[in-house]
């Protein structure tokens, strides 16, 4: 009986099939499987009907890898299985054979068994008048009785040969186990970037190229380590070339965590922590209020619920000055932890503390521990070479570029072909609209002469990708010519084909990092001759430097994140060039360097052309100013207070500037840039959250911690937080007592804001009443439940109250507390009247409540409220201290200082302190007046934003959506002092 073959996958988790084998089988017509069977249940079967049915069975462990890749089941233990069989066929190739033909032989017995029954049936149900007369029936139950049990003996003695084999193969468990963690680790990568695809087949590569190429050991168990080391390393060697730089250590960190979990060496609910952080169960005072941070003393009281830490909080104390010099140490991951604590806890339990008093050095923590854990070598750069990659390419496999903005690899793959002598064989297109039959008729011109195509930028022809993807899974590797070669490029993108990717020798290109990098890459392409080519040849070379420089710093301002830029600007070697050419120009053609007319084109045209948001300009703008003026053609100018970067002789030829980059700090400084110190750290802790956040999103859903379920462990969090979710408000009541008055707009921004809040409230209610009888079972767990559960699990604000709530950073446990501090503010406002002072940051749109202050002085002095601004005054006296509502105008209060403090001695601003990144801001006195002026000296226009991001949809004012107001605060500093620090209000921060 011939069927064609029916598998349907259901895929339960993100994990990747690869079919290729089964399509063929299907295509010969054999029935392998019928439709809802298990590939478990068809596993010794299925490999039966292999080495018997098809032609020539001999038995190799390629052959086992097909089987292994036709057999391959979603979960870890079924892939585990396929993975010892392989292991087992390469190393004790006899043992597997002997398993094999042991399967043959007992399914052969098993179906003659079956026969025998079958034919007893038939002759008993066809015999006429009575069985026992029927001689010729006798005579085949005594023969088929003989026969059942010679047959039943073998089986007997063949299931305990297989169970002695079985214990032989066992020996090999470890292998197959590391194998399948790390399989699971790679296929979980896409949900961190999409072009992060690998196939089990370019897995199960990789696999028998460890097997076979690890040193060979006297004994099962050095042999068994010697692959594992060997495997585990060259996997992640493979890997690291097509990740992106700042995955690199997420992904070791990832294998080394893998790996000691399933050696019981980490407790999940510490890795929970380490991740997510915890909500506090006790509120203690913070017994250091001079240099730990609210923030820290939050994670430590997070961390004390832990039954490892139970004690930490209230030992704290005893071992303040201790945990002071971790706190003050320049490498707090490597300093002793006070008391017993550097005892009692592991290295992995170390980095829960680090993560609390330190975040900004847990990076370094993650390395120390990986490299203690794995070694070395796995926190080492990997450098990605295009001869390695090609010599383990294939005519049939893509080489696939992936980009990111700003980078381009034609002139190193052109430098590649010439040295392969392929430079005049190579032909290259540019991805876009209308270039896909032209791109196809190149491709199959190539693919006939053996020479190589280039397709760049494939994410801008999205619609064009099928037809690639048919394209590539059509190449037959025995017509197409052995030189051809498919080289693509591509900005991440998931229109990308997954089949491509998975199967395809990827590789990431990055820009270089830091303003030696880039001072270096642009150097490298000038000559001598261009550097003397200008009338000005010595302020051209001066200036030159100043605009390499300033080039550097626009780029490298964006890993400060927003004391960087609002946006992440991605500045191109495109925009120097222009310049370069600009700066040329306008020297050559003008007398006087034009210095207003270079600051515009480079600030306003060629860089600020990219820029979309008013302040970024304005930074960029200050920026440009210290590198196109006058003082930088001095020969002794210095662009830093340390002097590391300087102007030099201008007499000093192309190989004079390369010296001098060279001695160049690898680590760019924050005061090359204008940002106070504390800007490293800032940097810092957004990277180690970054890298936990990652982490986060490779978490596999069946997750347990404690002995609970993830389940469990969701309903207590929503019992803990239905318990402090207050009802509604009542609004009939609140209008009754707050009418719309004509002299009172703060009546109408209360109903606003009450009636905004309230549909939160019901939308957390309702969600939560949802998710409760979904975990019961009494309701269907709809997709948008399940997201809800995995955020609460992970600390995180569910999605579906984001949408519905005002922007805001913080973990779950700070957003409920933060929420339940807005609704008691409001509460307040409506049992006692109108405050003295406004907690500015408790509106679900402040915009609404200074526009309303604006509105109540000009229906009462009878002005137009279009001519009407705020003047400001910052108070010395304390909130608490207030009492009573100013004449006119407004007391606001809750704002964050980031990158400088407010002096209230002195009345104005001033330096940030060491390590203390945030501060509180006085109260303000918002006067409003018609026709103001604002002062032309000695004040810094300082924007208010919500949240620490700045950045959200541009509004039709050119500014961010993030963005309040601005306020104009006194300083003695100038203006472009506190623009290039970055200095910014916030309404509430990320903790």
Not at 301 to 322: D, I, M, R, V
Not at 951 to 963: D, E, I, M, P, V
């Amino acid at each position: 009986m011939v069927l064609f073959i029916s598998v349907l996958f259901t895929f339960l988790t993100h994990h990747y099939v690869y079919l290729t084998p089964i399509k063929t089988f299907k295509q010969q017509g054999h029935t392998l499987l019928k439709l809802g069977d298990s590939l478990i249940d068809y596993h010794e079967s299925f490999k039966m009907y292999l080495t018997t049915k098809l032609p020539n069975p001999h038995y190799s462990p390629e052959f086992s890898a097909k089987v292994t890749l036709i057999n391959f089941t979603l979960s870890p233990s079924g892939l585990q299985d396929q993975l010892l069989g392989m292991v087992v066929a390469k190393e004790q190739q006899d043992l597997e054979v002997a398993k094999n033909q042991l399967i043959t032989s007992n399914a052969k017995m098993k179906q003659e068994l079956k026969e025998i029954e079958d034919e007893i049936l038939f002759r008993l149900s066809s015999t006429e008048g009575n069985p026992v007369d029927n001689e010729e029936l006798i005579r085949v139950l005594e023969a088929s009785k003989i026969k059942a049990g010679e047959i039943k003996a073998k089986v007997k003695a063949a299931e305990k040969t297989e169970q002695n084999i079985d214990a032989a193969r066992l020996e090999y468990v470890p292998v197959a186990v590391r194998a399948q963690i790390l399989f699971f680790c790679v296929s979980d990568l896409s949900n961190v970037d999409p072009m992060y695809q690998y196939s089990l087949e370019w897995f199960l590569g990789i696999f028998l190229s460890g097997i076979a190429n690890s040193r060979s050991a006297d004994t099962v168990e050095e042999r068994i380590w010697n692959i594992n080391e060997y495997f585990t390393f060259s996997l992640y060697g493979n890997i690291c070339r097509s990740l992106f730089e700042k995955h690199k250590l997420m992904f070791a960190f990832l294998l080394c965590a893998r790996i000691m979990m399933n050696d019981k060496k980490i407790d999940m609910v510490e890795w929970r922590y380490l991740l997510s952080g915890a909500m506090p169960v006790q509120q203690l005072a913070n017994p250091a209020v001079s240099w730990l941070s609210e923030r820290a003393w939050q994670d430590i009281l997070g961390l004390s619920t832990l039954k490892n830490f139970s004690n930490l909080a209230q030992s704290f104390p005893e071992h303040l000055e201790g945990f002071k010099k971790i706190f003050d140490s320049s490498q707090p991951h490597r300093h002793p932890l006070p008391g017993a604590w550097d005892v009692i806890l592991d290295s992995f339990q170390k980095l829960l503390v680090l993560r609390c008093l330190r975040a900004d050095c847990l990076i370094q923590g993650l390395q120390d521990f990986v490299a203690a854990e794995l070694g070395q070598r796995f926190i080492e750069p990997q450098t990605s070479d295009l001869s390695v990659v090609f010599a383990e390419s294939s005519s049939s496999t893509p080489l696939i570029f992936v980009l990111s903005p700003g980078t381009d690899p034609a002139a190193d793959l052109y430098k590649f072909a010439d040295v392969m002598q392929f430079s005049k064989k190579m032909s290259a297109i540019s991805l876009g609209q209308g270039q896909g039959p032209w791109a196809e008729s190149m491709m199959h011109d190539a693919m006939e002469r053996g020479h190589w195509v280039f397709f760049q930028n494939c994410h801008l022809a999205p619609s064009w990708m099928p037809t690639l993807e048919r394209l590539i899974e059509n190449i037959n590797p025995l017509k197409v010519h052995e030189n051809f070669r498919l080289w693509l490029t591509s900005l991440p993108s998931n229109k990308f084909p997954v089949s491509v990717l998975q199967n395809g020798s990827k590789m990431t290109i990055e820009p270089p990092r830091g303003i030696k990098a880039n001072l270096q890459k642009t150097y490298m392409r000038l000559t001598n001759d261009f550097l003397s080519s200008s009338t000005k040849t010595a302020d051209f070379k001066s200036l030159l430097l100043s605009l390499c420089l300033f080039h550097g710093i626009a780029l490298e301002r964006r890993k400060f994140g927003p004391l960087g830029f609002n946006i992440p600007y991605e500045f191109t070697d495109g925009d120097l060039n222009i310049c370069i050419s600009q700066l040329k120009m306008f020297l050559d053609e003008y007398q006087d360097i034009p210095y207003k007319v270079l600051k515009y084109t480079a600030g306003e045209i060629n860089y600020g052309g990219r820029v979309t948001d008013d302040w970024d300009r304005r930074c960029l703008l200050s920026v440009v100013e210290d590198f196109y003026c006058p003082a930088v053609l001095s020969s002794d100018h210095v662009y830093c207070a340390s002097g590391v970067y300087r102007q030099i002789d201008t007499k000093l030829d192309i190989k004079g500037y390369l010296a001098y980059i060279r001695g160049l700090p690898i680590n760019d400084t924050p005061e090359i840039f204008g940002l106070h110190d504390n800007a490293n750290i800032s940097f810092a802790q957004n990277e180690a959250f970054g890298l936990l956040e990652a982490v986060v999103r490779l978490q596999p859903r069946a997750t347990s911690a404690e002995g609970k379920t993830l389940e469990e462990i969701v309903e207590e969090i929503v019992a803990g937080i239905v318990e402090k979710i207050p009802p509604p408000f009542d609004i009939e009541e609140v209008m009754g007592k707050y009418p719309v008055l004509y002299e009172e707009s703060m009546n109408t921004v209360l109903i606003q804001e009450v009636i905004r809040y309230n549909k939160l409230l019901e939308v957390i209610s309702l969600s939560l009443r949802d998710i409760v009888k979904a975990l019961k079972g009494s309701v269907v767990m709809s997709s948008a439940l399940e997201l809800m559960a995995r955020s609460l699990f992970n600390n995180a604000v569910p999605d579906m109250w984001k949408a519905k709530a005002y922007p805001s950073l913080k973990p779950l446990a700070s957003w409920v507390s933060d929420l339940l501090q807005r609704i008691n503010f409001l509460q307040r406002w409506i049992s006692n009247g109108i405050p003295p002072a406004f907690w500015i940051s408790g509106f679900f749109f402040p915009q609404a409540f200074l526009t309303g202050t604006l509105q109540n002085y000009a229906r009462r002095f009878g002005t137009s409220i279009d001519t009407i601004g705020f003047d400001f005054e910052v108070l010395v006296k304390s909130v608490s201290e207030i009492t009573e509502t100013p004449d006119t105008g407004c007391y606001i209060h809750g704002l964050f200082l980031e990158g400088a403090r407010w002096d209230n001695k002195a009345g104005q601003l001033a330096e940030s302190r060491p390590k203390e990144l945030y501060t509180q801001m006085a109260v303000i006195w918002l006067i409003p007046k018609p026709n103001r002026k604002p002062p032309a000296s000695g004040i810094y226009v300082c924007p208010i934003y919500k949240t620490l991001t700045r950045a959200g949809t541009l509004s039709t004012t050119g500014h961010s959506t993030n963005y309040v107001v601005s306020l104009e605060l006194p300083t003695h500093h100038t203006q472009r002092h506190w623009v290039k620090r970055g200095v910014a209000l916030i309404c509430a921060l990320d903790y």
